[in-house]
């Protein structure tokens, strides 16, 4: 929780250049091209760790998952979005079934649901109207190339951490833009659990790049700004990647200082549904 694509699209793994701006600061017009790049990329990294993996591997950061579920999870969320820009769908809808598909056949039709995906946004026109669900987004094809570039790169270092070994690396530039989607996307809506009693200011910080982001905490959704424009309790810090990675709960937070309470909040209650 979505022509043909060139891998050369995405962004270099060395890459260290921050974007800022709004909540689509780097999506802007042909930069969606970009997102398209880092979904082709991340998609084929999944399919082929899960292959290397099996599909009744346990996937040791999505308790209770084995690969052939989260395979069927993303094809089925890759198929969903697609259908929304496809078919110009303006308002919600249910995602379809799981499919009964296992083993290598489950692997071909989560490449066949990737490759749909990419072919839709590739050729959408950037004026097409459809449904989206977080604010900011330029365009609704935008929309949906950056939230699946971002859902497919999580679940890629899902799918890597059921094979074992050294994951892909993940851009400085594409983690900053994932952790902004994140918290001035996601939890800026009204069905964010993070709350608290009383206010409260975490600070959120990316070491490797000028990205800097305060979350103010209430009994209301957070409400984050970019930069450190409030004095915080606490702050989450480190590398991008490892900070991306943390706040989707895959790893732990790299360095906590501060309040320790208010990093176990982030823990206990940021999960997305």
């Known amino acids: ?3 043909t694509v060139h891998p050369a699209a995405g962004p ?5 250049t921050a974007r800022a701006g ?12 970009w997102f398209l790049g880092s979904l082709e990329r991340e998609g084929r990294l999944l399919a082929s760790a899960a292959a290397e ?4 591997t346990v996937v040791p950061t999505c308790p209770g998952w084995r690969v052939r579920d989260l395979l069927r999870h993303t094809g089925v969320v890759h198929r969903w979005a697609a259908a929304f820009v496809a078919d110009r769908h303006v308002a919600p809808r249910p995602m379809d079934d799981h499919p009964e598909l296992d083993g290598a056949e489950l692997v071909t039709w989560y490449r066949n649901s990737h490759r749909r995906l990419l072919e839709t946004l590739a050729g959408a026109a950037p004026d097409v109207e459809c449904f989206t669900f977080l604010p900011g987004s330029p365009s609704a094809p935008a929309f949906w190339a950056r939230r699946q570039a971002h859902e497919t790169a999580v ?18 530039d594409f983690a900053v833009d994932g952790v902004d989607e994140l918290l001035r996307g996601f939890h800026a809506r ?4 993070v709350r608290t009693a ?3 200011v975490l600070r959120v910080r990316a070491t490797d790049a000028d990205a800097v982001w305060t979350v103010r905490l209430s009994q209301e959704p957070p409400v984050t700004t970019r930069g450190a424009d409030a004095e915080a309790e606490c702050e989450l810090a480190g590398p991008a990647e490892e900070l991306y990675l943390a706040l989707w709960n895959r790893r732990p937070v ?11 909040l982030w823990r206990d209650t940021s999960a997305v549904t």
Not at 12 to 16: L, R, Y
Not at 155 to 172: K, L, V
Not at 190 to 193: F, G, L, T, V, Y
Not at 254 to 264: F, T, V
Request: charged share 20%; hydrophobic share 30%.
């Open 198 to 200: 009383a206010p409260r």
């Open 190 to 193: 009204p069905r964010s659990r």
């Open 22 to 33: 709004g909540p689509y600061g780097r999506l802007l017009g042909m930069d969606t091209a």
């Open 12 to 16: 270099p793994a060395s890459s260290t």
């Open 155 to 172: 679940h890629r270092y899902d799918a890597e951490s059921a094979r074992g070994g050294t994951p892909a690396p993940t851009a400085t």
């Open 254 to 264: 790299p360095r906590i200082s501060g309040d320790p309470a208010l990093a176990a």
């Open 1 to 3: 929780m979505h022509g």
């Open 53 to 56: 993996a099996g599909t009744d």
